[in-house]
C-alpha cells in the first residue's frame, strides 16, 4: 500500500504566497509604478528649485556688482527682475532690501515700501525687512503703521539683539512725534526683558 506524504506547512504557505502574487501582479506592477513616478517627480522638484537658487544667486551678484561700480539704473533694473522672477527666494528678499536701500537714498520711500512688501511674507523674511518697511513708513510721517513694523520685526527676530534695536525704534518712533506715553510704555518694556542688555554698545 503507498503512503501518502503530508503537505508540510511551509510548503502550503510557499504556494499559498505565489497563488496571491500571481492574482495581485497588476495591482503589485501599479504600485511599483507610482513609486517610481513619485520617485522621479520629486527629483525634477528638488533639480528644479536647486537649478533656481543657483541662477538666483548668480543674478543677485551681478546686480551687487552693479551698483558696485554705480550703475544704479542697471542695478534696479535687475533686482527688480529678480525680486518678481524668484520671488519666494532668499535672493529675491536680498534683491527687495536692495531696491529699499537705493530708493530710500533718492527719498522714494513708498517705493521701497512697496518693494519690501514683496518679500515680507516669504519664508526668507528677516527683521531688516520689517525694520526697513518701518523705516519708510516713519519717513513718510506713518508713525503708527513703522511701529506696527518695528513691532513686527521684534516678534521674527532671531537675535536679542535684533529684537531690541526693533523695539528700540518703534519707542524712538514714538518720541518723534510726542506720543510720550506710548513710547514711555515700550521702553519700560525694554528694561523688564531679559534680553535688553544687548541693545547697550
Do not use: C
Request: zero cysteines; hydrophobic letters at 45%.
Amino acid at each position: 500500500m503507498t503512503s501518502v506524504t503530508p503537505e508540510r506547512d511551509d510548503d502550503r504557505s510557499a504556494q499559498t504566497f505565489i497563488d496571491w502574487f500571481q492574482i495581485n501582479t497588476r495591482w503589485l506592477s501599479i504600485g511599483a509604478a507610482v513609486v517610481v513616478v513619485a520617485a522621479a517627480g520629486y527629483w525634477f522638484w528638488t533639480r528644479s528649485n536647486q537649478i533656481k537658487a543657483e541662477r538666483s544667486s548668480r543674478d543677485l551678484l551681478a546686480a551687487r556688482q552693479s551698483i558696485a561700480t554705480g550703475n544704479a539704473p542697471l542695478a534696479q533694473s535687475d533686482l527688480m527682475k529678480i525680486a518678481d522672477r524668484y520671488e519666494g527666494t532668499t535672493a529675491a528678499t536680498q534683491a527687495a532690501l536692495l531696491l529699499a536701500e537705493i530708493s530710500y537714498g533718492k527719498g522714494e520711500y513708498q517705493k521701497g515700501i512697496d518693494a519690501l512688501e514683496k518679500a515680507r511674507d516669504a519664508k526668507f523674511a528677516t527683521a531688516r525687512v520689517w525694520s526697513l518697511i518701518g523705516d519708510g513708513q516713519l519717513q513718510l510721517g506713518k508713525v503708527d503703521d513703522a511701529a506696527a513694523s518695528y513691532q513686527h520685526a521684534a516678534d521674527v527676530a532671531d537675535t536679542d539683539g535684533e529684537k531690541a534695536m526693533a523695539m528700540a525704534k518703534k519707542a524712538r518712533a514714538y518720541m518723534a512725534v510726542n506720543k510720550v506715553e506710548e513710547a514711555r510704555k515700550v521702553w519700560a518694556e525694554l528694561e523688564k526683558a531679559e534680553w535688553a542688555g544687548t541693545l547697550q554698545g
